[in-house]
Antibody
Framework: EVQLLESGGDLVQPGGSLRLSCAAS????????MTWVRQAPGKGLEWVSS????????YYADSVKGRFTISRDNSKNTLYLQMNSLRAADTAVYYC?????????????WGQGTLVTVSS | EVVMTQSPATLSVSPGERATLSCRAS??????LAWYQQRVGQAPRLLIS???TRATGIPARFSGSGSGTEFTLTISSLQSEDFAVYYC?????????FGPGTKVDIK
């Protein structure tokens, strides 16, 4: 069974940093592209960042470019999102998701999300 | 970049009735379009990819159609578990984008 388990969400002050993790199991993690999608409270879905299966290619939304870094450790079956210079607008539930059949999109499995709150 | 819109914002439907949801792209995305369902308090779930291909385990009452800029998700006979928010997403180019969602609620 495919499972994605996010962790690392917390309350952080504006300007602070946080690292999210997504532990994957039930599939060959190194064969799949992975993506982070966020959802602000009461709002819709927003694509944040994606990484290829090998980690060689990364993609970012303009809203996070230069502040967030996506990475993966295929030996640990784990996806990461390093978030720096956090803003109130980054407050959201962050989901990790798997690309369907090896392509980046669409996203066929999602974790349950981890909440990031940026507030003083 | 491609902007996605969805209509209506809210659709009130009685159980057993048909629901038709629309999604529009600001420029052609061919058939690089997915539909997701999000129930309250849950993560999104993939319903449709490639505009019309049902994902694994998705009931046949869900169908997708369209290409280019106009897309439709049809739920042929609404069940209680289908009351949720539905998002379309294009992935034709970077950045990919989600629509704002259509909430399907009970009439």
């Amino acid at each position: 069974e495919v499972q994605l388990l996010e962790s690392g969400g917390d309350l952080v002050q504006p300007g602070g940093s946080l690292r999210l993790s997504c532990a994957a199991s039930g599939f060959t993690f190194s064969s799949y592209a992975m993506t982070w999608v966020r959802q602000a409270p009461g709002k819709g879905l927003e694509w944040v960042s994606s990484v290829s299966a090998t980690g060689s290619r990364t993609y970012y939304a303009d809203s996070v470019k230069g502040r967030f870094t996506i990475s993966r450790d295929n030996s640990k079956n784990t996806l990461y999102l390093q978030m720096n210079s956090l803003r109130a607008a980054d407050t959201a539930v962050y989901y990790c998701a798997r690309g369907l059949r090896g392509v980046i999109f669409p996203l066929d499995y999602w974790g349950q999300g981890t909440l990031v709150t940026v507030s003083s | 970049e491609v902007v996605m819109t969805q209509s209506p914002a809210t659709l009130s439907v009685s159980p057993g009735e048909r629901a038709t949801l629309s999604c529009r792209a600001s420029q052609s995305v061919s058939t690089e379009l997915a539909w997701y369902q999000q129930r309250v308090g849950q993560a999104p779930r993939l319903l449709i990819s490639g505009a019309s291909t049902r994902a694994t385990g998705i009931p046949a009452r869900f169908s997708g159609s369209g290409s280019g800029t106009e897309f439709t998700l049809t739920i042929s006979s609404l069940q209680s578990e289908d009351f949720a928010v539905y998002y379309c997403q294009h992935y034709a180019n970077w950045p990919p984008a989600f629509g704002p969602g259509t909430k399907v609620d009970i009439k």
